[in-house]
T-cell receptor, first 110, second 116 residues
């Protein structure tokens, strides 16, 4: 069973602060995705990373895939209240199946 | 294309009743997935299809659960003799099988089930 551990589980910060959340596993993935989910809605894809060491930027969000393709991080610069939500990482195995972590719940206070 | 759509969005049912959820995937996607999510947890894999073939079922999918994708397009997830522990959000997702470039899956809005 492939397990993904996300940390921290909860994060509450002030508007304008920077933050990093982590997604770790002992398994190697063919790719990894980050999603953001709001209450009562389905997860919305933010990014897919495929290559070990890959870094992708999406405005104030920076995603990094570990060299060994076992872990990933999401860094948010100058967080805004609109960034509030549940951030989920999902590792994709060679069969194309995605396994999710339990997420980081981010609250950005104005 | 409007993305993955699920119906109904919310369902309240009495314990012991049967419920069925429908999922319409993104039209060109050949893979369709069902996940279950409870409060405070990430989505848990239930089953997935490639075209009309059901390729894998999780241990979470008891014999009260059945999923079909008869024509390789829409899918249904039926829960028979519902129990209170079945209360959760049932998420459908689809993808185009493209492992090399990431096999990104796209989710629907989910179907909330409350068993009373």
């Amino acid at each position: 069973t492939q397990l993904l551990e996300q940390s921290p589980q909860f994060l509450s910060i002030q508007e304008g602060e920077n933050l990093t959340v982590y997604c770790n596993s002992s398994s190697v993935f063919s790719s990894l995705q980050w999603y953001r989910q709001e209450p009562g809605e389905g997860p919305v894809l933010l990014v897919t990373v495929v290559t070990g060491g890959e870094v992708k930027k999406l405005k104030r969000l920076t995603f990094q895939f570990g060299d060994a393709r076992k872990d990933s991080s999401l860094h948010i610069t100058a967080a805004q209240p609109g960034d509030t939500g549940l951030y989920l990482c999902a590792g994709v195995d060679n069969a194309g199946k995605s396994t999710f972590g339990d997420g980081t719940t981010l609250t950005v206070k104005p | 294309d409007t993305g993955v759509s699920q119906d109904p969005r919310h369902k309240i049912t009495k314990r012991g009743q049967n419920v069925t959820f429908r999922c319409d995937p993104i039209s060109e996607h050949n893979r369709l997935y069902w996940y279950r999510q409870t409060l405070g947890q990430g989505p848990e894999f239930l089953t997935y299809f490639q075209n009309e073939a059901q390729l894998e079922k999780s241990r979470l999918l008891s014999d009260r659960f059945s999923a079909e994708r008869p024509k390789g397009s829409f899918s249904t997830l039926e829960i028979q003799r519902t129990e209170q522990g079945d209360s959760a959000m049932y998420l459908c997702a689809s993808s185009f099988d493209r492992v090399i470039s990431g096999n990104t899956i796209y989710f629907g809005e989910g179907s909330w089930l409350t068993v009373v």
